[in-house]
């Protein structure tokens, strides 16, 4: 019967790496985003921000949206100023509980 354990075991093991890795994947893609920001690249820190959001990722969505609210004013010519889309992004930001998001919406429609 013993033979039947170890199985069984190493199923539950697979399984919980399995789940673990996945964890960490969505951390590092959001630890690498935040790096290329830190680094100017912010042409690829808001692609892979983008690509988060669209995962779901309400921080993503929050860095996105309000990168993409000030625009070259702020990140030169690699990051377009789309007012449409900063809003999308941060409404989804704001809906998933993200308080800054809510806040720069407050902001963006009290500007107009």
Request: aromatic share 8%; net charge neutral; glycine share 8%.
């Amino acid at each position: 019967m013993s033979h039947f354990r170890r199985p069984h075991a190493a199923l539950i093991a697979a399984l919980c790496l399995a789940f673990t890795g996945a964890a960490s994947a969505e951390a590092t893609a959001i630890e690498l985003a935040h790096q290329a920001y830190h680094r100017g690249q912010f042409q690829h820190s808001l692609k892979l921000y983008q690509q988060l959001a669209a995962a779901g990722n309400a921080e993503a969505a929050e860095r996105a949206g309000y990168m993409l609210m000030h625009g070259p004013a702020t990140y030169g010519p690699q990051v377009p100023r789309d007012p449409a889309r900063a809003t999308a992004l941060l409404e989804q930001a704001a809906d998933a509980g993200r308080p800054n998001a809510v806040f720069v919406l407050g902001m963006m429609n009290g500007a107009d």
